[in-house]
């Protein structure tokens, strides 16, 4: 499984990045840029619970591989486009969209078999290696796709991230079956579905995750998917010097993963997540005030650091706070955070254009710190955990 996460996201950072600087290429705007690279956000959301529920209805590892081989089939896709001299940027975005629509279904799939694999005890451990391998990916990925662009075409760059997926589907093989885990078989996905919502409400740690997930995503995920713009705008950047950008964020990723992989049960792990939602504003705030590429570099490995550890440690007290019938489904709403990201990601894409990226990310930043910092008042019971 851990094999398969690596050749998988490896992929998908390289396509990203890759992906970015094209739209951008192609149409020199960064509202479309924006777009695309959050079109994955709509069918994530409108997915997302399906997933979760799919999850705990069938085999659980043979609805990765179909999630993960449709996402090998839409990037071999592209590069038969770029190929034939026949790609336009709505393409990306339709790509884009299924993606979205992909993931939904494959990671609840994938974070709630974690506990089978390695058991209750060893939950936060686990996704703390499984970050440290999104850390990675992250921070090699992006360089990989930004040099191979700049110096060999997209083409080449698709070619790679087709590549490493279909290692990634191969390896899923290897990983056992378990029996889904739904207690009632006689109710229909869309109950199963209402049910997930009315746990939400009902649980309340379940519920100030959530709530403190969805706002720090509506804060920092579109900048990282505005980077290819950041950086051209701001520092005048290359292809390489944006993907060496996203590899810092890469860099963070890894030093959190660390960190979550070592925590244990009595960690005060509630009150890491609350900070980890300070240090992200702080980030934010030196990329927006002190625009050098080098800060640029410290900034992003900060929001890098922020993002991997607020997930990983999200994910962690959600799945030993809820019921086993129920992992996939708080995963699922997990994901709904980044489902929800046009909210803000369109809005930010076209503040980039017509105020610029500096003064769009240090309102972006004020927004942060002053939600983290007083979600140690109101979230008083997450700080406890």
């Known amino acids: 499984m851990w094999l398969s996460l690596l050749f998988s996201m490896a992929g998908f950072q390289i396509q990203m990045t890759v992906r970015g600087i094209l739209v951008y290429d192609i149409t020199n705007n960064a509202f479309i840029t924006g777009a695309v690279s959050a079109g994955f956000a709509p069918s994530l959301l409108l997915f997302s619970m399906f997933g979760g529920v799919l999850g705990e209805k069938v085999d659980k590892k043979r609805l990765i591989q179909f999630a993960q081989g449709m996402n090998m089939l839409a990037s071999i896709l592209i590069g038969l486009l770029i190929y034939f001299d026949l790609l336009h940027w709505s393409h990306l975005l339709l790509v884009s969209i299924s993606q979205g629509a992909m993931f939904a279904i494959q990671v609840p799939a994938r974070q709630s078999l974690i506990p089978e694999l390695v058991g209750k005890d060893l939950v936060t451990n686990a996704i703390g290696l499984n970050a440290m391998i999104m850390g990675i990916t992250t921070m090699i990925a992006p360089a990989i796709g930004g040099y191979t662009y700049e110096f060999f075409g997209p083409l080449n760059s698709y070619l790679i991230v087709s590549f490493t997926m279909i290692i990634g589907v191969f390896m899923v093989?290897?990983?056992?079956?378990?029996?889904?885990?739904?207690?009632?078989?006689?109710?229909?996905?869309?109950?199963?579905?209402?049910?997930?919502?009315?746990?939400?409400?009902?649980?309340?740690?379940?519920?100030?995750?959530?709530?403190?997930?969805?706002?720090?995503?509506?804060?920092?995920?579109?900048?990282?998917?505005?980077?290819?713009?950041?950086?051209?705008?701001?520092?005048?950047?290359?292809?390489?010097?944006?993907?060496?950008?996203?590899?810092?964020?890469?860099?963070?990723?890894?030093?959190?993963?660390?960190?979550i992989a070592s925590l244990g049960p009595r960690s005060k792990r509630g009150l890491i997540l609350i900070l980890i939602g300070i240090v992200t504003g702080i980030g934010l705030l030196m990329a927006s005030t002190l625009t050098f590429f080098i800060v640029g570099v410290v900034a992003m490995i900060i929001v890098g650091f922020s993002e991997t550890g607020r997930w990983s440690l999200g994910q962690a007290l959600m799945m030993e706070h809820a019921g086993e019938e129920y992992r996939a489904r708080v995963i699922s709403l997990l994901m709904m955070t980044w489902g929800l990201m046009p909210i803000s990601m369109l809005p930010m894409g076209w503040a980039f254009g017509y105020f610029g990226p500096e003064i769009t990310t240090f309102v972006t930043a004020i927004i942060t710190l002053l939600f983290a910092i007083t979600s140690i008042y109101w979230a008083k019971s997450l700080s406890k955990l």
């Open 173 to 259: 093989g290897f990983v056992p079956s378990f029996p889904p885990k739904l207690i009632s078989k006689n109710k229909s996905t869309f109950e199963e579905i209402i049910n997930g919502f009315k746990y939400l409400k009902t649980n309340k740690v379940i519920r100030l995750i959530w709530i403190h997930a969805v706002v720090l995503a509506l804060c920092t995920g579109p900048f990282r998917m505005l980077i290819p713009v950041f950086a051209k705008d701001v520092y005048l950047s290359s292809p390489g010097e944006v993907g060496n950008l996203m590899a810092a964020g890469g860099i963070g990723g890894i030093l959190s993963s660390l960190l």
